[in-house]
Structure formats: C-alpha cells, structure tokens
C-alpha cells in the first residue's frame, strides 16, 4: 500500500505551540523529512520522539522529493516538516507536494502555526483581502521593482525579512510606497515578542533591528484603477475620450463612463460632444 504524506506545521518560537496531532503523527510516522535535520532534532528530543530523519531542503528539493515520493510509494508513511512554521511557506514543501499528487499519493495537512497569519491578525489592518508576498529578492534593484510593483495594492501586504535586512527594506518602502501605515510583528511566540506599529518613517526609527519580523502593510488607499481615472481626468475631454474610442467603446458608454470618471452628469459631458 502507497504511504501517506503528511504536511506538519511546527512552533515558530514557542514549542508548546506544537498540536497535539502534529505530536501524534511525528510519533507515528516512518520516516521525517527536515529542512534542517539538527533543527528538527531539537523538537523531536523535547518531545522524546526518535526517528529516521532525511534532510530536505530548498537547494536538494528536486533530488530529495524524487527519493520521499519512491519510500512514499513503498509504503512508508511520511512527515514533513521546516525549520518553523508551515511547510511550503517560504520554506521547502513545495516540489514534494506537486509530486505527491501526480503520483495519486494522499497529502495530509497538520495545521498549526505560521508567521504570516500571525502577524496578520495582530495588525489592525484589514484581514478580509490579503496578499503574501514572502521574501523580496536580496538584490536591490529586483526589491524596488517589486515594492513598485505592490504600491497600488489595496490589499494588505505580508512580507518576510531577515533581521539584517530590515532597516534598508523599510526604508525602501518609504520611498516607493510611501509613509504607510505598518505593523511590525517581531519574535512572535518567543520571549521578546513585539509588534510595531505606526507610519513607516516612525516605525523606522522605534524599532531594534534584531530578531525574526513580519512586515505587515496596510493597503494603498488609491488602487491602479483610481490612478488611471485620475490621469484621465487631467488629460482634455477630447483626449479622455480618444482612451476610450480606443477601447472600443461606442459614443453613449463613452459618455458615460467620461462623467463617471470626472463624477459630473452625463449631459454636461454629452453637451461637449454635441455634433461630434
Ligand atoms: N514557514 C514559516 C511560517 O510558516 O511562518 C516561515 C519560514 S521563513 C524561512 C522565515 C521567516 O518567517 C522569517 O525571516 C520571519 O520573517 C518569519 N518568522 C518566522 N518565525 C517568526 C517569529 N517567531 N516572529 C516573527 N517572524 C517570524
């Protein structure tokens, strides 16, 4: 019989904050997969749980995933696990899991914590839309592509930074984003567990630059749409209505939607073109 997979989530910093299912299947599993096999030993000895473990990591995924799926197709049951959190979020999970299921081979989660969700909740901001963003690249010049990138997003944002990278990163954020607001969730779970909130140049100079973080972001009050309309409306009538004649769109829902933009009423609109 094909084994199963199993998707375990594991503390963040906290080590009691590990389920008691997640207790469970480690304990009855064959083999874990780790990212990191001495990280992972720590936990595992705190829990008196002794297994084989096999490394897998984001370097050997593809390689590692190849040799999971074949015991998996053996008959053995397995778990993995990350350094923290939840597998496959911004860490390894990823490659096993899309093979797992072109091989017909059953996934199970084991939820529990997660940084992001974490940080999240604890926000204020909105938690009815967000978007995850992860790590942003390491090289400056992609980072700023990508904070342009996000600046209209009216979703609210989850990013992940290195300690060593944070200040340059909110500093970034200033620039492109602009003075948002942020909360900062440092060392959540752990003994020096911190959020930080407030408008990206205070945050920046309140906040020590030590220590695990999500970056949390309010959404852009003004969506890429709302810029559009507004660009639009600073070209002349006749220009605004070349945009939309361009489109496709006939005179009347050209009109329409001119005085939508503008928000004045259609005739005023319709009294410009008169004879055009
Ligand atoms: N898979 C993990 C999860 O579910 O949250 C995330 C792993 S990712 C490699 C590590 C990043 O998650 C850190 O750089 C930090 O941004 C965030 N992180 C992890 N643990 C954290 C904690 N206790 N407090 C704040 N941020 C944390």
Not at 49 to 66: A, G, V
Not at 102 to 109: C, H, M, R
């Amino acid at each position: 019989m094909i084994g199963k997979l199993y998707v375990v989530a594991t503390p963040i910093g906290n080590l009691d904050d590990i389920t008691l299912r997640a207790i469970k299947v480690l304990k009855d599993v064959d083999i874990i997969a780790a990212e990191d096999t001495r990280h992972t030993l720590k936990l595992l000895n705190s829990l008196e749980i002794s297994k084989p473990l096999i490394s897998y990591y984001k370097e050997n995924e593809k390689t590692k995933s190849d040799i999971i799926i074949k015991k998996l197709k053996d008959g053995k049951n397995i778990a993995i696990v990350s350094d923290a959190g939840t597998p496959g979020i911004s860490d390894p999970g990823e490659e096993v899991i899309k093979k797992a299921i072109e091989e017909n081979i059953e996934i199970i989660p084991i939820p529990g914590a997660c940084a992001a969700i974490n940080a999240l909740i604890t926000s204020g901001f909105s938690t009815k839309e967000f978007v995850f963003i992860g790590f942003l690249s390491a090289k400056a010049n992609e980072k700023r592509a990508k904070l342009k990138e996000i600046k209209y997003e009216t979703r609210t944002l989850i990013i992940y930074e290195a300690p060593h990278k944070l200040e340059t990163t909110l500093k970034d954020m200033l620039n492109i984003l602009g003075d948002r607001n942020v909360s900062i969730a440092r060392e959540i779970t752990k003994i020096h567990e911190e959020f930080i909130r407030g408008k990206l140049s205070e945050v920046i100079n309140k906040i020590e630059y030590r220590g695990e973080c999500v970056i949390i972001i309010e959404g852009s009050s003004i969506s890429k749409e709302d810029l559009n309309i507004e660009n639009l409306c600073a070209l002349s009538l006749e220009k605004h209505y070349e945009y939309y004649e361009k489109q496709g769109l006939d005179k009347k829902d050209i009109i329409k939607q001119i005085a939508k933009d503008r928000k004045v009423n259609k005739n005023e609109i319709y009294k410009e073109f008169l004879g055009k």
